[in-house]
């Protein structure tokens, strides 16, 4: 598949992706591409993101592919049992916050993750349904890499070790992510049309 056959989903995760988030240049650069919006993005309820998501899916007119990021990607593992049939053709996943775990995660732009974690967790174990590649660093303070090769394991999904990258996002050097374009490429070129 291309990017030109398929409506790609941005679903940032918790406080949204910034203007120089790797997210952002994508939703910018790739024309069928659109962000998620959610309707509260700083106390996000789990039903109300799913909901979103589920939405979101059901309006697309060609295949849609999932880009999700942080506690995006325990969003789309939530929202995947609701999804209409056959709509997704697969999931690009980016460090996923391990929400089961989250009482040492850092605080993020003056934000401290709460312990009640707005309904997410624990993470889903069941298979997604659709193909999906799960990417996660060696060194990220959301979630060990054992336990995002355990959540991919469980989704049926492909991991792929990105190394020493932190969270994958603006903070730690991931604004552009030129290798992560061609990944994705790569992961949409491997998919069936």
Same mark, same amino acid.
């Given at each position: 598949?291309?990017?030109?056959?398929?409506? *790609?989903? *941005?679903?940032?995760?918790?406080?949204?992706?910034?203007?120089?988030?790797?997210?952002?240049?994508?939703?910018?650069?790739?024309?069928?591409?659109?962000?998620?919006?959610?309707?509260?993005?700083?106390?996000?309820?789990?039903?109300?993101?799913?909901?979103?998501?589920? &939405?979101?899916?059901?309006?697309?007119?060609?295949?849609? *592919?999932?880009?999700?990021?942080?506690?995006?990607?325990?969003?789309?593992?939530?929202?995947? +049992?609701?999804?209409? +049939?056959?709509?997704?053709?697969?999931?690009?996943?980016?460090?996923?916050?391990?929400?089961?775990?989250?009482?040492?995660? %850092?605080?993020?732009?003056?934000? /401290?993750?709460?312990?009640?974690?707005?309904?997410?967790?624990?993470?889903?174990?069941? %298979?997604?349904?659709?193909?999906?590649?799960?990417?996660?660093?060696?060194?990220?303070?959301?979630?060990?890499?054992?336990?995002?090769?355990?959540?991919? +394991? +469980?989704?049926? &999904? /492909?991991?792929?070790?990105?190394?020493?990258?932190?969270? *994958?996002?603006?903070?730690?050097?991931?604004?552009?992510?030129?290798? #992560?374009?061609?990944?994705? #490429?790569?992961?949409?070129?491997?998919?069936?049309?």
């Amino acid at each position: 598949m291309k990017s030109s056959e398929v409506d *790609i989903l *941005i679903v940032p995760g918790w406080l949204d992706s910034g203007p120089g988030h790797w997210q952002t240049r994508w939703e910018k650069n790739l024309k069928t591409a659109q962000r998620i919006q959610q309707p509260d993005w700083k106390t996000p309820d789990r039903d109300a993101w799913v909901k979103s998501i589920v &939405a979101a899916v059901e309006q697309t007119e060609r295949p849609a *592919i999932l880009v999700a990021h942080s506690l995006g990607v325990i969003a789309v593992a939530y929202a995947a +049992a609701q999804l209409p +049939a056959g709509r997704v053709a697969g999931a690009f996943l980016v460090a996923p916050a391990d929400v089961d775990n989250s009482t040492d995660w %850092p605080e993020n732009d003056g934000h /401290k993750w709460p312990a009640e974690n707005f309904g997410f967790a624990p993470v889903p174990t069941e %298979p997604l349904g659709f193909p999906a590649l799960v990417l996660a660093a060696n060194d990220a303070p959301y979630c060990t890499q054992a336990r995002a090769e355990a959540m991919a +394991a +469980a989704w049926g &999904a /492909k991991f792929v070790d990105v190394g020493q990258a932190g969270h *994958i996002a603006e903070e730690h050097g991931f604004g552009p992510w030129p290798d #992560g374009l061609l990944k994705f #490429g790569k992961f949409l070129a491997d998919l069936k049309s």
